[in-house]
């Protein structure tokens, strides 16, 4: 059994105010929750407007295939125009 764990790190630029940055992140994590399968959650930053950091987990029996969809998980969130990706790490384990 393989783990992955992802780690972004984003940047709201438009977010005003922290309804606007839930709004934001909530669409978001849909989006990739139901596209990707994955688990996913704001880990970090709860308080800042413009700053969050989500965690993703997903369960695998492949190290190949959990490596590949986090890493397609990174490129989703890195063409997606409401956040800027600033940082991001995958373990597995």
């Given at each position: 059994?393989?783990?992955?764990?992802?780690?972004?790190?984003?940047?709201?630029?438009?977010?005003?105010?922290?309804?606007?940055?839930r709004r934001v992140l909530s669409s978001l994590t849909q989006r990739?929750?139901?596209?990707?399968?994955?688990?996913?959650?704001?880990?970090?930053?709860?308080?800042?407007?413009?700053?969050?950091?989500?965690?993703?987990?997903?369960?695998?029996?492949?190290?190949?295939?959990?490596?590949?969809?986090l890493s397609t998980v990174v490129d989703f969130v890195g063409r997606?125009?409401?956040?800027?990706?600033?940082?991001?790490?995958?373990?597995?384990?």
């Amino acid at each position: 059994m393989i783990v992955g764990v992802l780690r972004l790190e984003l940047f709201i630029g438009e977010s005003d105010s922290l309804k606007d940055k839930r709004r934001v992140l909530s669409s978001l994590t849909q989006r990739i929750r139901n596209r990707f399968n994955v688990s996913i959650a704001e880990v970090d930053g709860h308080d800042l407007w413009r700053r969050a950091t989500l965690g993703v987990a997903l369960v695998a029996n492949d190290r190949r295939y959990a490596q590949q969809v986090l890493s397609t998980v990174v490129d989703f969130v890195g063409r997606t125009a409401d956040v800027e990706l600033t940082d991001y790490s995958i373990e597995l384990l």
